[in-house]
């Protein structure tokens, strides 16, 4: 089966769990005013690429990704190509590597469950806990995201969540406490990650011909961030990291 790939990373230490190689497919129903792969938004560019020449290339690097590592796909929003994801993901599995699926949490819970199989976790976005702030941040609601925790949950299906610290958006105390309240519920959440905003693709924006809704807004300095640290605390008794060097 032939899918469209926007690009493979042969070794991250960001996108899950050991030193692993990440897969980049093509295609997402959101527009994140924060994104910073929007070439990966329209579904029918990029490489279209056969499943078996992606898992070839992927288990070049096995002995460096099996023992503590291994495989995430991520795009754009990987679930977008559900049966070619379904296909990488077998693949992956049958070929002995831990895998991962980066989702912003816009998917039906019965596209999840064709890949539940083949899915030792997954790494899931939650842009804003308020469905209106989020339409207004990504275009849609957060309702297709909430719903999929909650699935997974029931699953006890392995979660990481990652939040994007947003100036105006998601750096608010109720955003914080709501989200930290909601997260410390579930049991299955085995990180928490939180991302300062950053700017460095506004040049791809400009590139793109695309508005970079953002422009004007600071990124936080050390300082901020330690006070962002001390509120999550306050809210949240579990562990949880600020990244800096992750995105999203």
Excluded at 143 to 166: M, S
Aim: hydrophobic residues 35%; proline residues 3%; charged residues 25%.
């Amino acid at each position: 089966m032939k899918g469209y790939v926007h690009s493979v990373e042969s070794f991250s230490t960001l996108d899950g769990p050991g030193i692993r190689s990440v897969v980049f497919l093509q295609g997402c129903p959101l527009r994140c005013q924060y994104c910073h792969n929007p070439d990966t938004w329209q579904m029918n560019e990029g490489n279209l690429v056969d499943s078996a020449e992606v898992i070839a290339r992927v288990l070049k690097n096995k002995n460096y990704i099996a023992r503590n590592g291994g495989v995430t796909i991520s795009g754009g929003e990987p679930t977008a190509q559900i049966d070619f994801l379904a296909e990488l993901l077998k693949g992956f599995k049958e070929a002995g590597l831990h895998t991962a699926v980066d989702t912003s949490g816009y998917v039906d819970l019965d596209d999840i469950d064709r890949i539940i199989d083949d899915t030792d976790l997954f790494i899931v976005d939650i842009k804003h806990m308020d469905p209106e702030k989020c339409r207004e941040l990504t275009g849609r609601s957060n309702e297709k995201v909430l719903a999929l925790l909650g699935h997974l949950e029931n699953l006890h299906q392995a979660v990481w969540i990652r939040n994007v610290l947003l100036p105006g958006f998601t750096d608010t105390e109720k955003h914080i406490s709501d989200l930290c309240a909601y997260v410390q519920k579930l049991q299955n959440v085995q990180n928490f990650e939180v991302l300062p905003y950053h700017a460095l693709a506004k040049a791809k924006y400009q590139d793109l011909d695309l508005p970079y809704k953002l422009d004007g807004i600071s990124e936080f300095d050390s300082k901020q961030l330690l006070q962002y640290q001390d509120m999550i605390q306050k809210y949240y008794s579990k562990k949880f990291s600020i990244q800096h060097d992750a995105w999203m």
